[in-house]
Nanobody
């Protein structure tokens, strides 16, 4: 089992920045992938970004490219999501996720955190 704990959410004005953190504990694998998803009120959960923990390959949804950066600190088993130039439409609960192997199926993950709220005011 893998446990994931997110932190760093909050309220920010449009154009501002936030950094989310996700600390993983429990059984981890060198080939792990970790990612971020989000769910806005009344909408389905959607993929945001993910990263391969061993080689650092990253992938983003189009709407966050150039604004969000996902990166990892393997020594701390932690993945971050740096969010810049935030927009009101980025408002959502952000979830951290993990799986054993990085793949092109970016929407499929096995382990989930509890979520952290990000609210961007206009």
């Amino acid at each position: 089992q893998v446990q994931l704990v997110e932190s760093g959410g909050g309220l920010v004005q449009a154009g501002g920045s936030l950094r989310l953190s996700c600390a993983a504990s429990g059984r981890t694998f060198s080939g792990n992938a970790m990612g971020w998803f989000r769910q806005a009120p009344g909408k389905e959960r959607e993929f945001v970004a993910d990263i391969s923990l061993n080689v650092g390959i990253t992938y983003y949804r189009d709407s966050v490219k150039g604004r969000f950066t996902i990166y990892r600190d393997n020594a701390r088993n932690t993945v971050y999501l740096q969010m810049n130039s935030l927009k009101p439409e980025d408002t959502a609960v952000y979830y951290c996720a993990a799986k054993a192997f990085y793949s092109i199926n970016h929407g499929s993950y096995d382990y989930w955190g509890q979520g952290t709220q990000v609210t961007v005011s206009s």
